[in-house]
Structures are given as structure tokens and as C-alpha cells.
């Protein structure tokens, strides 16, 4: 009963690295999310994936970059982690008009 | 802009007592509204989702209505157990994307 896989789980970063946070689900969902998430704001779409091979911009896309690899998995990709990228980051899987499923995020800090 | 408001920001209560959160928003052309529970250091989970031409769900000791004309929803949590302790998440579904509330911190006391 795996549901959505994030890894990993904690990484630290210092300012200018670049990384690839990875998301798989295995529910058959055609759309995925990335999120994050700041203390008191609740959770921001930064990219989504409506189906395989489509993304489309979120509320806050500036600094990152995704891709959808295939049905199952969706990574998003940080190219030159700033300060301000420091947050928790989910992922969620769902069909249409249907509950979003989440992993349990990828707390990233950047030094 | 579209915006979710979540109050309270944080509830304390005895074990036992009914409460009530509240969300409001701001656009009403919504196709849902979802509650989430989200425990510390983990990942959101579902609790009810109310269809824009609902006007309540229920499952077990939770209620959630919407009142779309008002931009409203209420999540009642009936008879609290310390278990309820946990963070609750409204967030409304416009065309492809959720957009969030900050979310209301719950404490049961036992």
C-alpha cells in the first residue's frame, strides 16, 4: 500500500547546489502536484501534471523546474537552490475531481 | 485572487467537547472543497469532499457542509478524542488546482 513515494526524505543544500526531489505513485493517477509548504501559508502549488507528458505552471513555479517521466512519476528540480526555497515539499497524485493523495515530504534547507 | 481563510488558527479543547472549524473563500465558481487532516511531520490525508452541488458530507464523527453563495464551509468534529489532535486543512478545487487555507491547529485534551 505505497500510495505516493517522495525522496528523499530530509536534504540540505547549500545556496547555488542543484537538485531533483523524485515522486512516484502507484495508483494509476493520470494528474500529479508539487507543493510547499511555509509556515502559516498552508500549501502552494509550484507545478502540476494533468496527464503524462503535459505540466503547467502552479501559484509559485519561479526557481523550479518538473518533469513527468511517465505516468508514475513526476520529479521536480531545483537548479540553483536559494534560501528562500527552504521548505517541506509534497507531492500528490489524483484523478479528476477526486481527493488528492499526498506523500509524506521532502524537508529541504538551504544554508 | 482566490483566496481560503481558515479560523480559528489554533483550537484548544477538553476531550469529549463538539467543535466546529471554519473556511471561508472567496471566489464561489468552485467544483469542490476538501478537508485534510495533516499529523506532524507527515503528509495530508482526506477526510471529506463536498461536490460544488452539495451541501454536506459526513463521515463518522465529522460533518463538513459548504454554503457556496456565502463563500462558507464548516468541518463539526463530534464528541473530540485526544486522536483528533492534528492539523485540519480546507482547501477548494478551482478547474485543475486546490488552493489552500493556512489550516486550523487542534489540541483535545485528555
Known amino acids: 500500500n505505497a500510495g505516493v513515494t517522495q525522496t528523499p526524505k530530509f536534504q540540505v543544500l547549500k545556496t547555488g547546489q542543484s537538485m531533483t526531489l523524485q515522486c512516484a505513485q502507484d495508483?494509476?493517477?493520470?494528474?500529479m502536484y508539487w507543493y510547499r509548504q511555509d509556515p502559516g501559508m498552508g500549501l502552494r502549488l509550484i507545478y502540476y501534471?494533468?496527464?503524462?507528458?503535459?505540466?503547467d505552471k502552479g501559484e509559485v513555479p519561479n526557481g523550479y523546474n518538473v518533469s513527468r517521466l511517465n505516468k508514475r512519476e513526476f520529479s521536480l528540480r531545483l537548479e540553483s537552490a536559494a534560501p528562500s526555497q527552504t521548505s517541506v515539499y509534497f507531492c500528490?497524485?489524483?484523478?479528476?475531481?477526486?481527493?488528492?493523495?499526498f506523500g509524506d515530504g521532502t524537508r529541504l534547507s538551504i544554508l | 485572487k482566490q483566496e481560503v481563510t481558515q479560523i480559528p488558527a489554533a483550537l484548544s479543547v477538553p476531550e469529549g467537547e463538539n467543535l466546529v472549524l471554519n473556511c471561508s473563500f472567496t471566489?464561489?465558481?468552485?467544483?469542490?472543497l476538501q478537508w485534510f487532516r495533516q499529523d506532524p511531520g507527515k503528509g495530508l490525508t482526506s477526510l471529506l469532499l463536498?461536490?460544488?452541488?452539495?451541501r454536506e458530507q459526513t463521515s463518522g464523527r465529522l460533518n463538513a457542509s459548504l454554503d457556496k453563495s456565502s463563500g462558507r464551509s464548516t468541518l463539526y468534529i463530534a464528541a473530540s478524542q485526544p486522536g483528533d489532535s492534528a492539523t485540519y486543512l480546507c482547501?477548494?478545487?478551482?478547474?485543475?488546482?486546490?488552493?489552500f487555507g493556512a489550516g486550523t491547529i487542534l489540541r483535545v485534551k485528555s
Open positions: 500528490a497524485s489524483s484523478e479528476v475531481r477526486q481527493p488528492q493523495h
Open positions: 495508483m494509476n493517477h493520470n494528474s
Open positions: 501534471s494533468a496527464s503524462e507528458g503535459t505540466t
Open positions: 471566489d464561489s465558481a468552485i467544483y469542490n
Open positions: 463536498i461536490q460544488s452541488s452539495q
Open positions: 482547501a477548494v478545487e478551482y478547474g485543475n488546482k486546490l488552493v
